[in-house]
């Protein structure tokens, strides 16, 4: 079982900053692409920016400039820092993480790979208003 528990959002000013992170935990082998999307009322869920395994990135032309994707992979954990916010950027964020997950084999539990699984955090709310 893999969980992804994301930090509150929050309230920003137009101009403002705030940072987002997310924290994978449970049987977690190793995490491969993390990232975030976003969601307004009436309007499909977007991707914001992405992370690979290997350290690649990318960012939503709406974004690039003024937000920044970074991960922690000690601690399975993405961070999303937003800068020069704007009420464009008012909506939900979600987490995502494609996880390769642990499984103990054999009489001395070895820790194997498992299945891997695309995971998603609960969301939390960032609202951008003066």
């Known amino acids: 079982q893999v969980q992804l528990v994301e930090s509150e959002g929050g309230l920003g000013q137009p101009g403002g900053s705030l940072t987002l992170s997310c924290a994978a935990s449970?049987?977690?082998?190793?995490?491969?692409?993390m990232g975030w999307y976003r969601q307004t009322p009436g309007k499909e869920r977007e991707v914001v920016a992405f992370?690979?395994?290997?350290?690649?990135?990318n960012y939503a032309d709406s974004v690039k400039g003024r937000f920044t994707i970074s991960r922690d992979n000690a601690k399975n954990t993405v961070y999303l820092q937003m800068n020069s916010l704007n009420a464009e950027d008012t909506a939900v964020y979600y987490c995502?993480?494609?996880?390769?997950?642990?499984?103990?084999?054999?009489?001395?539990?070895?820790?194997?790979?498992?299945?891997?699984?695309?995971?998603w955090g609960q969301g939390t709310q960032v609202r951008v208003s003066s």
């Open positions: 992370i690979m395994g290997d350290g690649s990135i």
């Open positions: 995502n993480a494609r996880i390769t997950t642990a499984q103990a084999r054999g009489t001395l539990n070895l820790r194997v790979r498992g299945p891997v699984g695309d995971y």
């Open positions: 449970g049987s977690i082998y190793s995490s491969n692409t």
